[in-house]
Every structure is written in structure tokens, then in C-alpha cells.
């Protein structure tokens, strides 16, 4: 009897060994798959004049100074443009992850400009998938110039632009990125009466990254013919991204003057085969102003 016994705990004790060693590996290979989010599809939230589809990120404020210095082609007596310059300084702040907003003044035009930006979607695999970034913009934009004919009535509500974004892109690997940005500008008052107050354009946007700490940048904006007057030229920019650090320098050429939406979209005179080009470049400073949970 003793000896049945003795037999009856070591089967006891195998069984129970061998229950434990299932529910061990059970639980192993039952582990919850994570999402992974894209991240730095491009390097900040501005190609070069266009939003990015990258939001500034919650709690951190974004300082940008944007300037573009004079057309080449204004010759040695200008310095190849040197010597003319405008400017854009602004904020950019990150409400949460997905929705920031910013606000800006250009000494072009002295317009006055604030926006909000809010993402949809976010690209992401694994437990959650999802492959492109979604995002909407909107933006005002209030011209600041004296009137022209002070003597006629004017209204405050002709110096007010507003543009409405659509953004879709991808992070397609490591190394580029795409996207899209179907826009409407409208302008409150045009120059001729054979211009719309609708424009309709389409903006495209791409990334290569050439090394660690260095990025092409390209964008190309397509607006739909007989809504601007002539001598108008589509937007047309390509330039470099160098991180340094807590900075990002973008240096880049661009036929456009203007630095927000309603200007380098309905406003873009310069043409890169005559030389009208500017160089230019922003820079953008980044600090941590809340840190969520705090």
C-alpha cells in the first residue's frame, strides 16, 4: 500500500510539472502583438513651404524662422538676391499628439497667419495597421499692407484668406517618404474679375534620405488652369534637410516668395528657366514646454 502511494505522488507531481510547463509556454506564445507608428517620415512638420504630414508633438513647441533672400536673377547689383530678403518667424505648438496649432507673421505683404492641424490617421503595423497618414489643415491668413486707395471704402474682410488642406501620405521605407495635398484657397477679394475666389491646386511632396543627419526634400504644386491671372507660375522648391542636434536647418530653391499657403499657392510669380529662384532656408528650434503627466 505504501509503495501505491509513493507511485501516486510522483505521477502527481509529473502531471502537475507538466501542467505548468504548458501553461508557461502558452503564455509565451500568447504574447500581445504591439503597434508600431511610423515615425519621422519627414523631419518636421514642414517640407519646405508645405505642412508635413508629422504633427509637433504634444506639449513641445516648435520656434521656425523662414526666410528667402531676393531672386537670382537681379545680378551682381543685388548680389544674385542677396542683398533683399523676407521673413517669416512663428510658433508652432502640440495640443496633443494629433492636433497642434500655430501662428505667424511674414514680412511679405506683413500678413499675419495662424492654423490648426489635426491627424486622423497614423500609419502603423502590427496589432494595428494602418498605411498612410491622415491629416487635416486649415488656416487664416490676414493681409497687413496700407490700402492702396485709402480714399474708397474698404473693409477688413478683403484683407482675409483662408486655405483648407487635405494631407495623405506614406513613409514607404527608411529612406523615402510621399505625399499629397489636394487644397482650397479661398481669397476674399481678387485683383481682375476673370480670377476665382476658389482656387483648387494639388500638392506633392517627397523625402530621400541621403545619410543619418541628411534628407532631399522636394515639393510641386499643381494648380488647376484659369483661376489666377497671368504670370502666375506653379510652386516649385527642392532642398536639403541638416540635423544638428535640438536644430534642423532647411536649406532649399524656390520660385516663391510668400512662406504661407495663400502666397506660394495663388501668388508664385517666379520662373526657375529665367532664374527667377530664391534661396532660403528654415530653421526650427524645438522645446518642451508641458510634459504630459505633469
Known sequence: MQKILILLGFACFFIQSAHGQDDLLSLLGEEEETTDYAIASFKTNRVINLHS??????????????????????GWYELFGLDAASIRIGGDYGVTDNLMVGFGR??????????????????????????VTLALFSSMAVKGTRWPDPARENYFSSRLYYTHQLIIGRKFNESFSLQLSPTLVHRNIVETESEAHDVFALGSAAR???????????????????????????????????????????????????????????ETTGDWAGGGIHFGFNVSRVFTVHRPGN
Open 53 to 74: 504630414l508629422e504633427n509637433t508633438s504634444h506639449g513641445v513647441l516648435d520656434i521656425k524662422i523662414s526666410h528667402r533672400f531676393g531672386m537670382i536673377n537681379s
Open 208 to 266: 530621400l534620405k541621403l545619410t543619418k543627419r541628411i534628407a532631399l526634400n522636394a515639393e510641386y504644386i499643381y494648380v488647376a488652369p484659369n483661376q489666377i491671372a497671368e504670370g502666375f507660375k506653379n510652386s516649385l522648391s527642392i532642398g536639403f534637410d541638416i540635423e544638428t542636434g535640438g536644430h534642423v536647418f532647411q536649406l532649399h530653391f524656390t520660385n516663391s516668395t510668400s512662406m504661407i499657403e495663400k502666397g506660394f499657392i495663388t
Open 106 to 131: 511674414s514680412s511679405f505683404e506683413k500678413t499675419y497667419d495662424g492654423f490648426l492641424k489635426y491627424r486622423v490617421l497614423r500609419q502603423s503595423s502590427g496589432a494595428k495597421v494602418m498605411p
